[in-house]
């Protein structure tokens, strides 16, 4: 019995020094998570709480100031304009993307590979593009005299002032043609793992195509779906270049998103307290979005 206990503490310790080296091994890894990720996260906390500014005695002097950012943001009426262009924004785009990544995808999984090649490039070069070039691009595709409105006038359909007529529009539509390639990557990798013998055999059964589409297919790609939803929601949270590019935020406050609003009270008002603020109310727009998404791919499975 003793030999066996003694066996039993030299397992343990083996086990406990492994530990203790995949530890070190990993500690680099866990330094650089807490350098450019925990504090970066704790000091917006902080500095949101505070005066901070970029001029004034407040540049080099802030103070604690509690939730005075929060009370002066709420109080704001750009503030709740921006939560719902930020919301309408959000919702466009992930329709836009989602609907139009996954339609390319689909008609594109029966397709030779020579068809897939060359559509593939031509989407994915919207994508690949940076925000102020996908701006530039669609600044002259909807502008006044721009290839849209020559397109209608070819048509015979009067000509719209897309960019001040419909400025919410527009930048959902350049969004969407910015992101959609990401969509349709995951979706055509999702495509290509649903069996083809899985829709052979719902046509037997009488299924026409939608059908199959829609009560087949779209149930095998279901955790891809939500996936592709919650990645895209925090990066159209995000987008700034490309709205301040092609509408300023304006005509108005019309395009005025959180990031806009945020830099706006941030660098162009010089209050980086105020603009931190703004972003801690962007952050949790994203986190209630986040735990959203996870509880309905919980409540599916």
């Known amino acids: 019995m003793a030999n066996k206990s003694k066996v039993q503490k030299t397992g343990k310790m083996a086990v406990f020094v492994d530990d203790m080296k995949h530890s070190v091994l990993l500690l680099p890894a866990i ?69 139009i990544g996954f339609l390319v995808a689909y008609l594109m999984k029966e397709k030779a590979q020579a068809f897939r090649s060359v559509l593939g490039p031509c989407i994915l070069a919207g994508w690949v593009m940076p925000e102020i070039v996908v701006s530039m691009c669609c600044l002259a595709f909807f502008d006044v005299s721009g290839t849209m409105n020559q397109i209608l006038q070819a048509l015979h359909i009067p000509g ?23 969509s ?64 300023g935020g304006g005509p108005g406050t019309a395009t005025t998103t959180l990031p806009i609003y945020m830099y706006n009270q941030g660098m162009k008002n010089f209050q980086l307290g105020q603009g931190t603020a703004i972003g801690m109310l962007l952050l949790l727009v994203g986190a209630v979005c986040s735990v959203i998404y996870t509880r309905v791919m919980k409540s599916e499975e």
């Not at 500095?47 to 009370?71: E, P, R």
């Not at 930048?171 to 969407?176: E, K, M």
């Not at 083809?196 to 195509?209: F, L, P």
């Open 31 to 99: 330094l650089l998570l807490l350098l450019f990720f925990i504090v970066p996260i704790v000091l917006t906390v902080y500095y949101s709480f505070t005066n901070m500014a970029l001029t004034g005695s407040a540049a080099q002097n802030f103070q604690f100031v509690g939730i005075q950012n929060y009370i002066s943001m709420f109080k704001d009426p750009t503030t709740l304009v921006s939560i719902k262009n930020t919301l309408i924004f959000l919702v466009g785009s992930l329709l836009g993307q989602s609907v």
């Open 184 to 247: 349709m990557m995951n979706f055509q990798s999702a495509l290509d793992n649903v069996s083809g013998d899985i829709e052979e055999a719902a046509r037997v059964d009488g299924a026409n195509r939608i059908q199959t589409l829609i009560r087949v297919v779209v149930p095998c790609i279901k955790d891809t779906i939500a996936t592709n939803t919650m990645l895209n929601t925090l990066s159209t949270l995000g987008v700034f270049g490309l709205i301040w590019a092609l509408t």
């Open 160 to 182: 719209v002032d897309w960019i001040y007529g419909h400025p919410m529009l527009t930048i959902i539509i350049a969004n969407v043609w910015h992101g959609a390639a990401f």
